[in-house]
């Protein structure tokens, strides 16, 4: 696998359920990220982690909880979630600020969320 | 705060033709960096071109080049030479020096006709 990678790529839950996502960056990178894109709505940053640590909470509801295990892996922990928490998740990685000029930020393919 | 808009929210171009997608952008600070991407149908952001605010010429990246007018806080990105593969959702997006939060305009879906 190269490049950031989620799964699920599609998820379906009820209001009641408690699901995870999962994103992991094969790019060596040490900082990853959390976006939720709605429809009609800019994407929007959710959590920021560098090597590991939390550095950002974009005032994301506690139903929404990170985890970051290693600067590998990124994971998004879902329960009691809304209808319209339903969006596209989209888990970022990059170099930690000041390593490069651009820190461009290099995207999964998102994971689909519908809660019912 | 920062702003980014994108005020298409949808073009039509022909194949083979240029396009140019308007972004501006809103920021107090005087550093900052800009950035487009592009979203297939696919969900994935594939970065595209970037351009720093102190950056003297316009960055260029293959068919991809910056329109960037710092007193009008415009960066709009041009294809030239359109192809039915560019047809995607695209995103300007700016950072500030010290930030790492990307803040997104709403995009512009493109559409390459044959």
């Known amino acids: 696998e190269t490049g950031v990678t989620q799964t699920p790529r599609h998820l379906v839950m009820g209001m009641t359920n408690k699901k995870s996502l999962k994103c992991e960056q094969h790019?060596?990178?040490?900082?990853m990220y959390w976006y939720k894109q709605s429809a009609k709505k800019p994407l929007e940053l959710m959590f920021v982690y560098n090597f590991k640590e939390q550095t950002e909470n974009n005032s994301v509801p506690s139903r929404f909880s990170p985890e970051c295990p290693n600067s590998s892996h990124l994971f998004l922990h879902l329960h009691t979630l809304q209808p319209e928490d339903s969006a596209l998740y989209l888990c970022?990685?990059?170099?930690?600020?000041?390593?490069?000029?651009?820190?461009?930020?290099?995207f999964g393919p998102g994971t689909r969320l519908t809660v019912l | 705060a920062q702003k980014i808009t994108q005020t298409q929210p949808g073009m039509f171009v022909q194949e083979k033709e240029a396009v140019t997608l308007d972004c501006t952008y809103d920021t107090s600070d005087p550093s900052y960096g800009l950035f487009w991407y592009k979203q297939p149908s696919s969900g994935e952001m594939i970065f595209l071109i970037y351009?720093?605010?102190?950056?003297?010429q316009n960055a260029t990246e293959g068919r991809y080049s910056l329109n960037f007018q710092k007193a009008r806080k415009s960066a709009n990105l041009v294809i030239s030479a359109s192809q039915l593969g560019d047809s995607a959702m695209y995103f300007c997006?700016?950072?500030?020096?010290?930030?790492?939060?990307?803040?997104f305009g709403q995009g512009t879906r493109l559409t390459i006709n044959p």
């Open positions: 997006a700016m950072r500030t020096q010290g930030a790492q939060k990307l803040v």
């Open positions: 351009q720093g605010s102190y950056d003297q």
């Open positions: 790019l060596g990178h040490n900082a």
């Open positions: 970022a990685s990059s170099q930690p600020l000041g390593t490069s000029d651009y820190n461009e930020q290099f």
